[in-house]
């Protein structure tokens, strides 16, 4: 089966670190994405692991346990901009479709 | 080059009409994907084409629902008889055949409403 989970809301003040966590259990793996996702709009890829480790990108960095199956995303002096739900999307197999999570909705306070 | 793009952005529809949507993914991406979006919730997969060909299906996608993407570019998905449970939002999504990542690039997608 496929499963992922995400907290559902997250709260943090502009300026500070927050970290949005995600357990994964998959058919298979082959890749795991972050997207953002503002009300409204399309999502937007922020980061994709496909082996362990941190990447970083500018004030966001993604982390992968395959291991484990758990991944983090961490975004590093929040601005009120970053107020979005943040989705955690597993690719099965590559080329094919994603597995999303529920998303986690992140309010980044003044 | 524009992005993918969706028509329409709003659909109102009564129960039991049938509606199509259109989805004209970025040029020269062979893999195009169908999610529906419900609110809170992320995206679920539908359905997947490579070129023209329909490659997989999720058991989300009724009898009432088809897909196509008759000449390996824009696709089409028409839901026939809606529900008021077909309410929610249908992204579309494409990505190029090579790439590092591979990832998936949205549209902004058709939210229906069902009455």
């Known amino acids: 089966g496929q499963n992922i989970d995400q907290p559902t809301e997250m709260t943090a003040t502009e300026g500070a670190i927050v970290q949005i966590n995600c357990t994964y259990q998959?058919?298979?793996?082959?890749?795991l994405f972050w997207y953002q996702q503002h009300a409204g709009e399309a999502p937007t890829f922020l980061s994709y692991n496909v082996l362990d480790g941190l990447e970083e990108k500018g004030r966001f960095s993604s982390f992968l346990s395959r291991s484990k199956g758990y991944s983090y995303l961490l975004l590093k002096e929040l601005q009120m901009k970053d107020s979005a739900s943040y989705l955690c999307?597993?690719?099965?197999?590559?080329?094919?479709?994603?597995?999303f999570g529920p998303g986690t909705r992140l309010s980044v306070l003044p | 080059d524009t992005g993918v793009s969706q028509d329409p952005r709003h659909k109102i529809t009564k129960r039991g009409q049938n509606v199509t949507f259109r989805c004209d993914p970025i040029s020269e991406h062979n893999r195009l994907y169908w999610y529906r979006q419900t609110l809170g919730q992320g995206p679920e997969f539908l359905t997947y084409?490579?070129?023209?060909?329909?490659?997989?299906k999720s058991r989300l996608l009724s009898d009432r629902f088809s897909a196509e993407r008759p000449k390996g570019s824009f696709s089409t998905l028409e839901i026939q008889r809606t529900e008021q449970g077909d309410s929610a939002m249908y992204l579309c999504a494409s990505s190029p055949g090579v790439s590092s990542y591979n990832e998936q690039f949205f549209g902004p997608g058709t939210r229906l409403t069902v009455l």
């Open positions: 999307a597993v690719r099965p197999v590559y080329g094919q479709n994603f597995v």
């Open positions: 998959t058919s298979g793996f082959n890749g």
């Open positions: 084409f490579q070129n023209e060909a329909q490659l997989e």
